[in-house]
Structure formats: structure tokens, C-alpha cells
């Protein structure tokens, strides 16, 4: 099992424009998650999904949409990128109780 | 709200020192605790989950404990080795067993 993966590891992006980040797990878990990471601080959770077709928010939310079409992957679409979403993004999943979540590596995202 | 706290947010001991890392939580109804371990530039790896039923939880040389009603766990590590150097995150639930939220770690440094 290749467990969560990510794509791209790193990316640089303008001011303005727009990228998805690709999430892929392996181990059908029903539930996927997305959260940032910015230096010095915890992780926060930007949106999460229950199963396919199923989304909702998290903490912090904005400037964010995601999709989920299939149960192995939530992708996250930042529409119009700013210099505050500069930040590492980790996905995860879990299975339904006890709810361990396992992470990916994680996108370093720049914003200039 | 649910908030996490680490302390200390460093730490630097000696090789085969045994030590404590201590994590904090507001709202003592968790479902359960988490603590990852994340490496520089890396994902996080999953330790230990401890269900709010449980007062510890046990992996080779680490031992994690659970107090929910003072709203506290601690993350022992025996006999530490340069290789445990990392980042160390604790994560309890917003509700349920989902939505976690973080505290801002402890960056732990072994020295040979």
C-alpha cells in the first residue's frame, strides 16, 4: 500500500492564480481531510469529507474548495491564491472509529 | 472551543535521557488523543492513539497517557536516541472522532 499520497510536493504560484493540489489514499478509508501547516504552529483543518459525494468545512476554510468524487481522492482547489495560503498542506484519512488518522507528505505551497 | 497546548516547544537532552513531553487540552470531552511524530520536511507519523476509555498506551519506548479530567496526557520516551529528534504533536477531536486539532508540537533534539 502506497497509504496517502500527494501531488505536487512543491509549487510556487502568482498571486491570483489558481492550482489543485491532489490527494490519493489506498487503504479505503471513508473519511479524507485536509489541513495546513504554517511555520512554528499546528496543523488546522481546512475541509473534510465523511465519504464520496459528502464535504464540509473545517476551521479555515476560505479561499478553499474541495470535491470528492471517489472514496480515494479529495482534491483541493485554491481559486484565487494569495500570500496568506502560503503554507504546507497535509492530507489525511482515517477509517470510522477510532478515527487514527494517517497523512500524506504534504504540499509546499509558495504564494508571490 | 477545544484548544491544545505543548510544553516545552523545545526540548535538548543528552542520549539515554529518559523524558516527558506534555500536552493539554480545554475541553476534558475527547473522544480520543493522538500524538505524531513529523520529521523535517515531512509528513506526520502516527505514535500513538489513545481512546478516551483508555489511561495509556504503550509502543516500545514510548508511553502515552491520557488524564481527561484534568485535560492532560504526556508522551514518555525511555533511553532516547539522536534518530528520535523530530517534531512531536499531540491532536484531540473538535467532536466525535474527526476534526483534529493540534497543539504547536514540541521540537525534541537528542544529542550523541
Known amino acids: 500500500n502506497a497509504g496517502v499520497t500527494q501531488t505536487p510536493k512543491f509549487r510556487i504560484l502568482k498571486i491570483g492564480q489558481s492550482m489543485t493540489l491532489q490527494c490519493t489514499q489506498d487503504?479505503?478509508?471513508?473519511?479524507m481531510y485536509w489541513y495546513r501547516q504554517d511555520p512554528g504552529m499546528g496543523l488546522k483543518l481546512i475541509y473534510y469529507?465523511?465519504?464520496?459525494?459528502?464535504?464540509d468545512k473545517g476551521e479555515v476554510p476560505n479561499g478553499y474548495n474541495v470535491s470528492r468524487s471517489t472514496t480515494e481522492d479529495f482534491p483541493l482547489r485554491l481559486e484565487l491564491a494569495a500570500p496568506s495560503q502560503t503554507s504546507v498542506y497535509f492530507c489525511?484519512?482515517?477509517?470510522?472509529?477510532?478515527?487514527?488518522?494517517?497523512f500524506g507528505p504534504g504540499t509546499r505551497l509558495t504564494v508571490l | 472551543k477545544q484548544e491544545v497546548t505543548q510544553i516545552p516547544a523545545a526540548l535538548s537532552v543528552p542520549e539515554g535521557e529518559n523524558l516527558v513531553l506534555n500536552c493539554s487540552f480545554t475541553?476534558?470531552?475527547?473522544?480520543?488523543l493522538q500524538w505524531f511524530r513529523q520529521d523535517p520536511g515531512k509528513g506526520l507519523t502516527s505514535l500513538l492513539l489513545?481512546?478516551?476509555?483508555?489511561r495509556e498506551q504503550t509502543s516500545g519506548r514510548l508511553n502515552a497517557s491520557l488524564d481527561k479530567s484534568s485535560g492532560r496526557s504526556t508522551l514518555y520516551i525511555a533511553a532516547s536516541q539522536p534518530g528520535d529528534s523530530a517534531t512531536y504533536l499531540c491532536?484531540?477531536?473538535?467532536?466525535?472522532?474527526?476534526?483534529?486539532?493540534f497543539g504547536a508540537g514540541t521540537i525534541l533534539r537528542v544529542k550523541s
Open positions: 489513545i481512546q478516551s476509555s483508555q
Open positions: 475541553d476534558s470531552a475527547i473522544y480520543n
Open positions: 491532536a484531540v477531536p473538535m467532536e466525535y472522532g474527526n476534526k483534529l486539532v
Open positions: 487503504m479505503n478509508h471513508n473519511y
Open positions: 469529507s465523511v465519504g464520496a459525494g459528502i464535504t
Open positions: 489525511a484519512s482515517s477509517l470510522p472509529a477510532p478515527y487514527e488518522q494517517f
